[in-house]
């Protein structure tokens, strides 16, 4: 069983739509992070949230964290074919503590078509 | 700045054989993690290490062992190899820190690819 539910797997979309991402689980994480991994490369952080409800915006990539912060959501404004790529979510458990032990979610597979 | 390096990058190996994964950082990181990536899966985490001579396990640890000698070298070792091993492995390195929790960002590597025949 998977901790930390992302979906879809899989998305496919033509240049300029837009698309959401989302990161479930039950259990509750200190903070959450987004990742994005391009092929034969180590996944790169895109972002840091840590307080329930807390939105976060880099360019078009709108990121949120429930307010209860048990999942987390990104969303792409007019998707671009360099959008194109692996993302990842991953939390860090309460019972973790400081030791910065991360739960991944399966990955999104984005791929945008021009 | 070469960040956290990984080798090799390729690698195939026969069933029942050894090996060592290398991976070293230089930015001073104090806690370092294995993982592995299987297609549709995520990351799983194999082992992780707050500081030098201080090691435990992850996820699924079983079929490796680890070490951490100095700050800068966290080598993952497969003693009997086996075709579940066949993955990509991932090593990671964070800045420690003093709070409750930590959210510092993980820098990884490129990986290693390893198939077991």
């Known amino acids: 069983t998977q901790l930390l539910e992302q979906s879809p797997q899989f998305l496919s979309i033509q240049e300029g739509e837009n698309l959401t991402v989302y990161c479930n689980s039950s259990?509750?994480?200190?903070?959450l992070q987004w990742y994005r991994q391009e092929p034969g490369e180590g996944p790169v952080l895109l972002v840091t949230?840590?307080?329930?409800?807390e939105v976060k915006k880099l360019k078009r990539l709108t990121f949120q964290f429930g307010d209860a912060r048990k999942d987390s959501s990104l969303h792409i404004t007019a998707a671009q074919p360099g959008d194109t790529g692996l993302y990842l979510c991953?939390?860090?458990?309460?019972?973790?503590?400081?030791?910065?032990?991360?739960?991944f979610g399966q990955g999104t597979t984005l791929q945008v078509k021009p | 700045n070469a960040g956290v390096t990984q080798t090799p990058k390729f690698r195939i190996l026969k069933i029942g054989q050894s090996m060592t994964l290398q991976c070293t950082q230089d930015?001073?990181?104090?806690?370092m993690y294995w993982y592995r990536q299987d297609p549709g899966m995520g990351l799983k985490l194999i082992y992780y290490?707050?500081?030098?001579?201080?090691?435990d396990k992850g996820e699924v640890p079983n079929g490796y062992n680890v070490s951490r000698s100095t700050t800068e070298d966290f080598p993952l070792r497969l003693e009997l190899a086996a075709p579940s091993q066949t993955s990509v492995y991932f090593c990671?390195?964070?800045?420690?820190?003093?709070?409750?929790?930590?959210?510092?960002?993980?820098?990884f590597g490129d990986g290693t690819r390893l198939s077991i025949l």
């Open positions: 990671a390195s964070s800045y420690s820190s003093r709070g409750r929790f930590s959210n510092q960002p993980q820098h």
């Open positions: 259990s509750v994480f200190s903070s």
């Open positions: 949230v840590v307080t329930g409800g």
């Open positions: 991953a939390g860090a458990l309460l019972s973790s503590g400081n030791t910065g032990k991360l739960i």
């Open positions: 930015m001073n990181h104090n806690y």
């Open positions: 290490s707050v500081g030098a001579g201080i090691t």
